[in-house]
């Protein structure tokens, strides 16, 4: 499975992005599809996931009313929209798929099989 992701950007706070994530060469309905970022000199950290049967959505407490995930199985392609944006969203964000099926391994990026190169998001004060 290809991941390309794309839809960052420079953004003043308080305003809102649209990440994507297409997805190729694999069946994509059948992944987990999650977020992650990474700040400069931070690890790598959870941000969303959407189940591979479209009917379960989990955030990170940092981003929860504020990010909202989604998927499109016919266009192979997962979404991100952030609003609310603050200065500590910057981040390098990544898209991830797996075959999880275990929610509590959700969280856990070394639980995704293929991922995307980033897309950054900087958002200043």
């Known amino acids: 499975v290809q991941l390309q992701a794309f839809g960052g950007g420079l953004v003043q706070a308080g305003g809102s992005l649209r990440l994507s994530c297409a997805a190729s060469g694999g069946t994509f309905s059948s992944y987990e599809m999650g977020w992650f970022r990474q700040a400069p000199g931070k690890e790598r950290e959870f941000v969303a996931v959407i189940s591979w049967s479209n009917d379960s959505t989990y955030y990170a407490d940092s981003v929860k009313g504020r990010f909202t995930i989604s998927r499109d199985n016919a266009k192979n392609t997962v979404y991100l929209q952030v609003n609310s944006l603050k200065p500590e969203d910057t981040a390098v964000y990544y898209c991830?798929?797996?075959?999880?099926?275990?929610?509590?391994?959700?969280?856990?990026?070394?639980?995704?099989?293929?991922w995307g190169q980033g897309t950054l998001v900087t958002v200043s004060s």
């Open positions: 991830a798929a797996g075959r999880i099926y275990y929610r509590p391994n959700y969280y856990y990026s070394r639980k995704y099989d293929y």
